[in-house]
C-alpha cells in the first residue's frame, strides 16, 4: 500500500468508495470488502450522508448506518479516515437533486450530528460540502463547518463539485474571517479527459477540470495546499467492459490516442487497463488520491494491487502527453 497525506494526516493512497455498501452491495460482501481493504492497509473510506437514496426503498442513509456497524463490530476506532459528505440529501423521500437539503447553516449542523450518530463517531474526520447551493451564500455555509470545527466535531473540511470561483470565494471568506478553510477537494477525474464543452451525463457532477487544476497548483504556491480526491477514476467500467461505454463527452479524438498511449503502457508494465490508470492518477502533479468503487473482491484486489505498480518517468510523461 502506498500512504500520502491529507494536510499532515498520513492515509492510504488509494481511497475506498463506500456509496454502495448496506445497500446495492449486501452487508456481507460490503463488511468483507472492507475488511480486505484494512487487511492490505487501507486507511481512508468515503461516503455521503445521502447514499443511496436513489435506489428504490433507499432513504439515503444506509452507507452511514453500515459503516457505523462495521466500526463497531471490528473495533475500528481513529486508524481509519472516514469521510463523509452533506447537503445533497434530499428533503423528500423519492425526490431527486432538485429538492436536496443544500448547505445553509442549519441543515449543516443537523446533517453533521445526525452523521456522526450513525457513524458512531464524536468527531467526523473529514466532511465535504456536497453539492453547490446557489440558494445560499457561500459565507454562511463557510461560517457552519467553521463551526463544526471550532466546537470538535469536525477535524477536516472540503468541498465537493463546486465551480473554482466558489473556491475561491470559501478560501477568501476563510482568511478574512479568520476560519478553517476547506482543504480537500472532491471531484470525477479519470486518465480520459472529456470534452469540457459536453456535460457530463452524471448529474450534480464535476470534473477536475484544466483550470481547476491550475487553481490547486497556484494556491500550493503561496503555501495554502489543497489535497486532491478523484472519484469515478475507473469510469464504471469503461476502460474495460464492453458493457460500459464510454459517455458522449468523451466521444472525442483524444480520447483514441491516450487508450493507445495507456494500452502500450498496461503492456508494458504486465499490468491492466485500470491499474494504470490508478498508478498515474497516484503519481499526478498536483497529485491525486483516487476515490475507487468495487462490488468484488476481484475488483479491490486488482485496485489494491495499483499501489504496487510504478510507472517510470517516461511512461508517466507519454501517457499525459497523449492527446
Not at 23 to 38: G, N, Y
Not at 137 to 148: C, D, K, M, N, Q
Request: some cysteine; charged content about 25%.
Amino acid at each position: 500500500m502506498r500512504y500520502t497525506t491529507v494536510n499532515g494526516r498520513t492515509v492510504s493512497a488509494l481511497c475506498l468508495g463506500a456509496m454502495k455498501f448496506g445497500s446495492t452491495t449486501d452487508a456481507a460482501t460490503s463488511a468483507a470488502l472492507l475488511d480486505r481493504f484494512v487487511e492490505a492497509g487501507g486507511t481512508f473510506v468515503d461516503t455521503a450522508d445521502c447514499y443511496q437514496f436513489w435506489v428504490e426503498g433507499g432513504q439515503g442513509h444506509e452507507s452511514e448506518t453500515f459503516l457505523g456497524r462495521w466500526r463497531r463490530e471490528r473495533g475500528v476506532t481513529d486508524e481509519v479516515v472516514i469521510a463523509t459528505k452533506v447537503g445533497a440529501r434530499p428533503t423528500v423521500p423519492g425526490a431527486g437533486l432538485e429538492a436536496q437539503e443544500g448547505l445553509s447553516a442549519e441543515v449543516v449542523a443537523t446533517a453533521a450530528e445526525r452523521s456522526r450518530e450513525r457513524l458512531g463517531v464524536d468527531a467526523l474526520d473529514l466532511l465535504y460540502a456536497h453539492r453547490e447551493d446557489p440558494g445560499t451564500p457561500v459565507e454562511e455555509t463557510v461560517g457552519a463547518f467553521a463551526e463544526l470545527v471550532a466546537e470538535g466535531t469536525v477535524r477536516e473540511l472540503g468541498i465537493s463539485n463546486h465551480r473554482t470561483w466558489r473556491l475561491e470565494r470559501a478560501r477568501a471568506t476563510a482568511q478574512a474571517r479568520g476560519w478553517p478553510r476547506p482543504r480537500v477537494l472532491q471531484y470525477r477525474y479519470s486518465y480520459l479527459q472529456p470534452r469540457h464543452d459536453a456535460p457530463l451525463e452524471s448529474t450534480g457532477h464535476r470534473h477536475l477540470t484544466p483550470e481547476l487544476l491550475d487553481f490547486v497548483r497556484a494556491e500550493g504556491a503561496q503555501g495554502r495546499e489543497y489535497a486532491l480526491v478523484a472519484y469515478t477514476p475507473l469510469l464504471t467500467g469503461a476502460y474495460t467492459r464492453p458493457d460500459r461505454p464510454l459517455e458522449y463527452a468523451y466521444d472525442h479524438p483524444g480520447t483514441t490516442a491516450r487508450l493507445a498511449a495507456l494500452d502500450g503502457v498496461a503492456e508494458e508494465s504486465g499490468a491492466t487497463r485500470n491499474q494504470v490508470v490508478l498508478a498515474w492518477l497516484m503519481d499526478h502533479e498536483p497529485q491525486i488520491i483516487p476515490l475507487v468503487g468495487v462490488s468484488t473482491t476481484a475488483q479491490l484486489d486488482e485496485a489494491l494491487e495499483a499501489t504496487d505498480l510504478t510507472l517510470t518517468a517516461e511512461q508517466h510523461a507519454r501517457l499525459t502527453a497523449a492527446h
